[in-house]
């Protein structure tokens, strides 16, 4: 069973939708984070948030924009994307974003763009 | 900037036997960590072992261990006694100040 809680598993749509993905994480972890996969391809590091406040920006556009309520919820908003936005989207958790955290890994949501 | 290098893009193994992936790094740092992840088809990234940089000692979990040679900047992951459920995307990554993932290793069992 995994940790961190990814909704929705898959979505599909549109390119003029707005649609968001949503994260979750009940071990106290202070360190969230938002990864692009595409298939049989190593995760892109997208967002990582320390305490809530945005740390890094890896130069993602800002069709996609991130969110952290709180410091157990994550969601990436998505608006106006692309085909080639079409991949897995894998959030992670960490006890701090110190180099020797390891991240804990959701599922994944599976995005497909129309 | 840091990267990660998984030389082998496939690897079979025999149930039951011993098999090692191939990770190198490149770095000017002194201070970091390295991982294994493995993700099965089920998608999830699962952690399967960690190595300090300045600890010497190789780091082992039950059937899984590693080989790591700082000087030449090395971090192998054996697998003993192969099992069907080991068949997965095996990343080598390094981390100093995010995740910098490997290309990754396809791990497959035969029974």
């Known amino acids: 069973d995994t940790e961190v809680t990814q909704t929705p598993k898959h979505l599909v749509m549109g390119m003029t939708n707005k649609k968001s993905l949503k994260c979750e994480q009940h071990m106290g972890h202070r360190a969230m984070y938002w990864y692009k996969q595409k298939a049989k391809k190593p995760p892109e590091l997208m967002f990582v948030?320390?305490?809530?406040?945005?740390?890094i920006n890896e130069s993602v556009p800002s069709r996609f924009s991130p969110e952290c309520p709180n410091s157990s919820l994550l969601n990436l908003h998505l608006h106006a994307l692309q085909p080639e936005d079409s991949a897995l989207y894998l959030c992670?958790?960490?006890?701090?974003?110190?180099?020797?955290?390891?991240?804990?890994f959701g599922d994944g949501t599976r995005l497909s763009i129309l | 900037a840091q990267t990660v290098t998984q030389s082998q893009p496939e690897m079979s193994v025999q149930e039951a036997e011993t098999v090692t992936l191939s990770c190198t790094y490149d770095?000017?740092?002194?201070?970091?960590?390295l991982f294994w992840y493995k993700q099965p088809p089920s998608r999830q990234m699962i952690l399967v072992i960690r190595?300090?940089?300045?600890?010497?000692q190789n780091a082992t979990e039950n059937r899984f261990s590693v080989n790591f040679q700082k000087a030449a900047k090395s971090f192998s992951l054996k697998i003993s006694d192969s099992q069907l459920g080991d068949a997965a995307m095996y990343f080598c990554?390094?981390?100093?100040?995010?995740?910098?993932f490997g290309a990754g290793t396809i791990l497959r069992v035969k029974s």
């Open positions: 190595q300090e940089a300045y600890k010497q």
């Open positions: 948030y320390s305490y809530e406040k945005l740390s």
């Open positions: 990554a390094y981390s100093r100040n995010k995740l910098v």
């Open positions: 770095t000017s740092e002194s201070d970091y960590y």
């Open positions: 992670a958790s960490s006890q701090e974003s110190g180099l020797n955290q390891p991240q804990h």
